[in-house]
């Protein structure tokens, strides 16, 4: 499984409350949570992204509260996967339950920029920046998360045993 698109590139430390703000926690459709993801830190991101896309940050990604809102958004923008230096574990955990691809690699979270063309192969874990025409080695899951993943979260997974 593999995904490929542009880069939209955050810092460290990006929370919970910046990727979903609260105040737009009155839904849960992912429709509509997409609509206001990154809003008060990009409030250009949801007219910038295209299906596919991939979002690219620093350490620790997905901190602060354990809402599952802020993958689902993320999700339903269009980005096919997430790279960070690392990720909050309950973002990390709520990613893998809805079916959002996460990889973690310091090299390439230093290196990527805005705008690079990126290509994520899920099953090594390898990265490559088609734009600089550079490779990374990110953490790989584990085949029962590939599966998972694969199956668009952990419900459907469940729902196809």
Do not use: W
């Not at 910046?18 to 105040?23: E, M, T, Y």
């Not at 997409?34 to 991101?45: R, S």
């Not at 990126?118 to 550079?134: A, H, M, P, Y």
Request: proline share 4%; charged share 30%; with cysteine.
């Amino acid at each position: 499984m593999k995904a490929k698109g542009l880069v939209h590139r955050y810092g460290d430390n990006v929370d919970t409350d910046v990727i979903i703000p609260a105040r737009y926690l009155n839904t849960s459709n992912p429709k509509e949570l997409a609509e206001k993801c990154m809003i008060d830190i990009d409030k250009d991101f949801v007219s910038r992204v295209k299906p596919g896309d991939i979002m690219v940050a620093g350490k620790n990604f997905g901190c602060g509260s354990s809402r599952e809102h802020a993958p689902i958004a993320i999700k339903a923008a269009g980005i096919s996967c997430v790279i960070a230096d690392s990720f909050a574990r309950i973002f990390y955990r709520n990613s893998i339950n809805i079916g959002l691809p996460i990889v973690e690699c310091e090299e390439a979270s230093r290196d990527i920029e805005a705008g690079d063309e990126v290509e994520v192969d899920f099953d090594s874990g390898r990265i490559r920046n088609l734009t600089k025409k550079r490779e990374y080695q990110g953490h790989a899951f584990p085949e029962f998360m590939q599966r998972i993943i694969k199956a668009e979260g952990l419900i459907n997974y469940i729902k196809q045993k």
